[in-house]
């Protein structure tokens, strides 16, 4: 079994987990949030937690992703979709085909 899904088909996982970071921080600033107000409403203690993501350390534990896409005013399962892509790209290959850029912001449609 291993360690990480996406290094099962070679993805690089630094370079997946800035991107999600990325795509975190325009959804917050889209938002109109900072890091503070977000770790508010997420539920996290400490602001740097968001601070870590949006740099491309760590990753959203999965019990928290319906809390983190309704403070980010997203539909639940559009956020998980998304954030897929950068978490387990194999399965979202899987399940939805390959991705495309008018997936890479639903939120900014950047």
């Not at 099962?8 to 999600?20: F, N, P, T």
């Not at 770790?39 to 740099?55: H, K, N, P």
């Not at 954030?83 to 899987?94: A, F, I, S, W």
């Amino acid at each position: 079994m291993y360690a990480h899904p996406q290094q099962s088909a070679g993805h690089d996982v630094q370079k997946l987990r800035r991107e999600a970071g990325k795509w975190l921080k325009e959804l917050r600033e889209h938002s109109g949030m900072t890091q503070r107000q977000l770790a508010e409403r997420v539920g996290v203690e400490y602001y740097t937690f968001i601070s870590q993501l949006e740099v491309g350390r760590g990753r959203i534990p999965p019990d928290r992703y319906e809390r983190w896409a309704e403070a980010l005013g997203m539909a639940p399962a559009v956020f998980v979709k998304q954030l897929m892509r950068y978490y387990d790209p194999e399965t979202y290959r899987l399940l939805f085909g390959s991705a495309t850029q008018e997936d890479d912001c639903p939120a900014t449609g950047a």
